[in-house]
């Protein structure tokens, strides 16, 4: 089986986050896409950079060209430490207008998102709260937006690819070694193995045999 590509970060610096945000846009306004359930709608302009908005990926399905807005609301004169609620908001295009058509929202700070891959790919999210990560997957499936995986680890996942380009992810529960969280020949992995609707749980496996 082949490693899936190393994780790409789309949060760290705001030119590169202007990049991926004007080619969303770009990608919404030259495609069309089927209605669903008009849960409101929005213009095209509110999605743009503004001091809310944390990350923009562009995801491509079956239905359409979605566009996947992580964004929270500015911290109005409280407390910095005090946790802000993060809005994952999932939009297609509508004539001139957005239409969302999934809301999710954590008190955790986003680290990542991306499709795993071109075109009907889950989307994979990483998250941080709590002194751990929290991966979360969302697929669109049977013309609908769901959330398809829930997991948590001190460790970052890996990806893997099989022969039949679909994925599974490995979730490894690190052990503390040294005064640090760490992967260790007596760690277990989860692994969530995508059938086609979800993600089938296997395991736990020893770290050390979680590729065989």
């Known amino acids: 089986m082949l490693v899936a590509p190393s994780w790409r970060e789309v949060t760290v610096l705001r030119s590169v986050r202007e990049v991926i945000i004007g080619y969303a846009v770009a990608l919404l306004v030259a495609s069309s896409a089927v209605g669903q359930d008009d849960r409101g709608t929005v213009p095209l302009s509110s999605i743009l950079p503004t001091k809310g908005v944390l990350s923009i990926v562009p995801w491509s399905v079956s239905g359409g060209d979605l566009v996947c807005v992580v964004s929270q609301k500015p911290n109005k004169g409280g407390p910095v430490a005090v946790l802000t609620t993060k809005t994952l908001s999932i939009y297609r295009k509508r004539g001139s207008r957005l239409m969302r058509i999934y809301r999710f929202q954590t008190p955790d700070t986003l ?39 829930e997991a948590g680890s001190r460790g970052m996942p890996e990806v893997i690819i099989d022969e039949n380009e679909r994925e599974s992810i490995l979730v490894t529960q690190m052990q503390m070694t040294s005064g640090q969280w760490s992967r260790t020949p007596t760690s277990e992995t989860d692994i969530y193995r995508w059938n086609g609707k979800t993600y089938e749980k296997v395991g736990p496996v020893p770290w050390a045999k979680r590729f065989q």
């Open 111 to 149: 680290l990542n998102m991306f499709p795993l891959g071109e075109l009907d790919a889950r989307l994979l999210t990483t998250w941080t709260g709590g002194s751990a990560y929290h991966i979360r997957a969302f697929a669109y499936v049977d013309g609908r937006v769901q959330q398809v995986l």
